[in-house]
């Protein structure tokens, strides 16, 4: 991963096999975004299409705040003037691609969200597959209190998705934070643990999509994206059955079938 050429990087990796745990490393600024964070962000995630060697990824931060939003003192809210709108629009592209990457990447992505996830870093937490939560934890589209549009890098599209058009026009048109038990309650998040514990139940969640064979897990999460889109049961019907006709040819599948009558678990190879 590399980050601007002025800076040290903003995130770390600790790979523990098919799993890796990426972290994002400026606690004494929150983790707020910038341009740069956003381009290590995206460079990460697209460097993450072609690696079989991963298979699951968990998105966490250091410190108090797991990121709390825009970076004031970054060049994207530089002073006005000739070339502005060119910039920011090169600034918006940059921390857009970063919810494509992680929506696009074939890995699962589990967000373990210590602190305040607020503006960019609510969008960040939007964008992974699963979400854990501490009781510390708050979210919140912070975008609409600077005076801009409540919907930002997938806000918008995410968020109704998950919890409906009412709550999310709530909180989009507010800025209103979601504290933990109410993200419980919207099914924003899949559990809230103690902030020690985020780890240890993000790791026993990834050792069981591990469990599954590589490319069926690959498969299911491009069928969620796909799936969140489709217009028609007939059209979501004719892509699962694409889906399960391609993974019926695997060696994979033949090895599942023969481990669950054996009662065995199964050696899956990725063929």
């Given at each position: 991963?590399?980050?601007s050429?002025?800076?040290?990087?903003?995130t770390?990796?600790?790979?523990?096999?098919?799993?890796?745990?990426?972290?994002?490393?400026?606690?004494e600024?929150l983790?707020?975004m910038?341009?740069e964070?956003?381009?290590e962000?995206s460079?990460?995630?697209?460097?993450?299409?072609?690696?079989?060697?991963?298979?699951?990824?968990l998105?966490?931060?250091?410190g108090?705040?797991?990121?709390?939003?825009?970076?004031?003192?970054?060049?994207?809210?530089?002073?006005?003037?000739p070339?502005?709108?060119?910039?920011?629009?090169?600034?918006?592209?940059?921390?857009?691609?970063?919810?494509?990457?992680?929506?696009?990447c074939?890995?699962?992505?589990?967000?373990?969200?210590?602190?305040?996830?607020?503006?960019?870093?609510?969008?960040?937490?939007?964008?992974?597959?699963?979400r854990?939560?501490?009781?510390?934890?708050?979210?919140?589209?912070?975008?609409?209190?600077?005076?801009?549009?409540?919907?930002?890098?997938?806000?918008?599209?995410?968020?109704?998705?998950?919890?409906g058009l009412?709550?999310?026009?709530?909180?989009l048109?507010?800025?209103?934070?979601?504290?933990?038990?109410?993200?419980?309650?919207?099914?924003?998040?899949?559990?809230?643990?103690?902030?020690?514990?985020?780890?240890?139940?993000?790791?026993?969640?990834a050792?069981?999509?591990?469990?599954?064979?590589?490319?069926?897990?690959?498969?299911?999460?491009?069928?969620?994206?796909?799936?969140?889109?489709?217009?028609?049961?007939?059209?979501?019907?004719?892509?699962?059955?694409?889906?399960?006709?391609?993974?019926?040819?695997?060696?994979?599948?033949?090895?599942?079938?023969?481990?669950?009558?054996?009662?065995?678990?199964?050696?899956?190879?990725?063929?």
């Open positions: 991963m590399t980050a050429a002025s800076t040290k990087p903003l770390s990796i600790e790979n523990r096999g098919p799993i890796e745990i990426l972290t994002l490393t400026r606690p600024a983790n707020a910038s341009p964070l956003a381009d962000l460079g990460y995630f697209q460097g993450l299409q072609k690696r079989r060697d991963v298979r699951v990824v998105i966490r931060a250091e108090r705040a797991f990121c709390a939003g825009g970076d004031l003192d970054s060049e994207a809210f530089a002073s006005p003037g070339g502005r709108p060119q910039r920011q629009y090169d600034i918006q592209v940059r921390y857009a691609a970063v919810t494509r990457s992680m929506r696009s074939p890995q699962p992505i589990i967000a373990l969200v210590q602190g305040p996830a607020v503006g960019a870093g609510f969008s960040l937490t939007l964008a992974a597959d699963v854990y939560c501490s009781p510390e934890a708050k979210f919140g589209a912070a975008y609409i209190k600077i005076g801009v549009s409540g919907t930002d890098m997938g806000s918008g599209y995410f968020l109704p998705k998950f919890v009412s709550v999310a026009s709530e909180f048109m507010t800025g209103r934070f979601i504290l933990p038990q109410r993200a419980l309650a919207t099914g924003l998040v899949s559990d809230v643990v103690p902030a020690d514990k985020l780890l240890e139940t993000g790791l026993e969640l050792n069981d999509m591990l469990k599954t064979a590589p490319m069926g897990l690959r498969l299911t999460k491009e069928s969620l994206n796909c799936l969140s889109q489709t217009a028609s049961l007939e059209a979501a019907l004719a892509f699962e059955d694409r889906q399960q006709i391609l993974l019926m040819e695997t060696a994979d599948h033949r090895e599942a079938l023969a481990a669950f009558k054996e009662k065995r678990a199964p050696n899956y190879t990725d063929t």
